[in-house]
């Protein structure tokens, strides 16, 4: 369903170049997630906010940034993108506790960077 | 600390015939416990979620798991596979990590594949 969406859904981009991955959702959830897929990795956590103002990174932040720039609006940026960030990215929400621990999933943004 | 370890990389079966996908998880808190499901160029749908009720859990498509706390387990089966059951599972134990923080762990993935 489209409760979650992410933009752009692919890209390819070059090494180096500024990019940015686009969440929104409309479940109405104060905590949104980002998370990278790796071949035979599973998911990582990237970075995750509780609200607007309340952001934390995850186990893999380094080379990435986010803005929650709303309720409904979480992005994740790589300032300079690098071949090993090439990956599927995840964008998911969830609602307070004690129902906090059922993520809800965008489609996922396949980036490859060159 | 929590983990959580799928013990097949693939899994191959006929159609009609059971699915098994086998997951062993560890973790220092009474866990949820869940199943994700991606189909190819498809985000994560949920499955089935694990939360204390009952140890056999139902989920979508005909999906069960049940939870075995003296084994550690949370086993993925269904009675008779379809091909549209062709995806990735994923098992996730989900622990809480400081204050109300829920950590979600993923298991590295079962690749089903349903033959003809």
């Known amino acids: 369903d489209a409760d979650v969406t992410q933009t752009p859904r692919n890209r390819i981009t070059k090494t180096g170049k500024r990019i940015m991955l686009e969440c929104s959702q409309t479940k109405g959830h104060d905590r949104m997630y980002w998370y990278r897929q790796d071949p035979g990795l599973g998911l990582r956590l990237i970075y995750y906010s509780f609200d607007v103002k309340d952001i934390n990174k995850g186990e893999i932040s380094d080379g990435y940034s986010v803005s929650r720039q709303a309720q409904a609006k979480f992005s994740l940026s790589l300032e300079s993108a690098i071949p090993n960030q090439t990956a599927l990215y995840f964008c998911?929400?969830?609602?307070?506790?004690?129902?906090?621990?059922?993520?809800?999933f965008g489609p996922g943004t396949r980036l490859t960077v060159l | 600390a929590q983990s959580v370890t799928q013990l097949d990389s693939h899994v191959s079966v006929s159609e009609g015939t059971p699915v098994l996908l086998r997951c062993n998880y560890s973790?220092?808190?009474?866990?949820?416990l869940f199943w994700y499901v991606q189909h190819p160029n498809k985000g994560l749908q949920l499955l089935l979620k694990?939360?204390?009720?009952?140890?056999l859990v139902k989920g979508i498509n005909g999906f069960e798991a049940e939870f075995k706390k003296s084994e550690t387990s949370f086993h993925l089966t269904k009675p008779s596979a379809h091909m549209s059951d062709a995806a990735e599972y994923f098992c996730v134990v989900s622990g809480i990590s400081g204050g109300s923080n829920y950590k979600l762990t993923f298991g590295k993935g079962t690749l089903l594949t349903v033959n003809p």
């Open positions: 694990y939360t204390s009720a009952a140890t």
């Open positions: 998911a929400t969830s609602d307070l506790p004690p129902s906090t621990d059922t993520q809800y």
């Open positions: 973790s220092s808190y009474s866990p949820s």
